[in-house]
């Protein structure tokens, strides 16, 4: 009798400390931003109301601290810097990272006025023919400004289709990665500390079996819900 007390006593301790994270999405999270807080400084991102789905899983995740502590494992100048594999969060130098996660897909939210400027951020996938999204990991878009002639290239062999006109111009002039459109689903910006993701994407990387790993760790330190402020754009 008395084990079973002790055993019923200890398994509601762990229920209570497990609901002190609520991962349930409410109103008022979907009207906050999410501040991540790098081992580089702050990035503030703001999600899309138009992708709800990984817009609230993304929420739920933020919740329950699931981001706290992983690493950006996957980080490449000039194109973007990738994150949310768990199994980074205490892995050991020069092993390869970027299959982890939770054992659920998020259906493709492609949405025309969504696109690869710089400072998005986006949902990382594997080769599935639905194009659905990792369940957890992501990427922030730094990439490259574009001249029409790169552009026109880009329309031809890797997207097979034109851009729109005032895509083309923020391509142009803010910069990004524009084969990446209508294949990755994007779901919201970084609002302010792009100037963090600059200084990310230029760390130095393996080139070993965990290629594009930073040699030293770029770690999220804690992701948290945040009251949303104005910010000038791409600050």
């Known amino acids: 009798m008395k084990r079973i007390i002790v055993y019923t006593i200890c398994t509601l301790f762990s229920l209570a400390v497990a609901g002190q994270k609520d991962s349930t999405v409410k109103k008022k999270d979907r009207k906050r931003d999410v501040l991540i807080e790098t081992n580089y400084g702050n990035i503030m991102v703001r999600l899309s109301d138009s992708t709800p789905l990984h817009r609230d899983n993304f929420l ?39 299959n982890g996660g939770p ?18 951020i986006a949902a990382a996938r594997d080769n599935n023919p639905e194009k659905e999204s990792s369940g957890s990991q992501f990427y922030i878009v730094q990439g490259k400004k574009f001249t029409d002639a790169g552009l026109d290239s880009t329309e031809t062999y890797r997207l097979k289709r034109k851009l729109p006109a005032e895509h083309r111009e923020v391509y142009k002039t803010i910069g990004g990665t524009p084969h990446l459109d209508q294949n990755y689903t994007v779901f919201g910006m970084v609002v302010k500390g792009l100037d963090v993701v600059d200084k990310i994407a230029a760390v130095p990387t393996s080139k ?28």
């Open 60 to 98: 739920k995740l933020v919740k329950v601290g699931f981001y706290d502590s992983v690493l950006f494992h996957r980080v490449i100048q000039n194109f973007m810097i990738q994150g949310g594999d768990p199994d980074s969060k205490r892995a050991k130098a020069g092993i390869p990272l970027g």
């Open 103 to 120: 054992a659920y897909r998020i259906p493709a939210e492609f949405r025309t006025t969504l696109f690869h400027q710089k400072g998005v």
């Open 208 to 235: 070993g079996a965990d290629k594009d790993r930073p040699l030293e760790d770029a770690r999220i330190i804690k992701a948290k819900l945040v009251k949303r402020k104005k910010y000038k754009q791409n600050r």
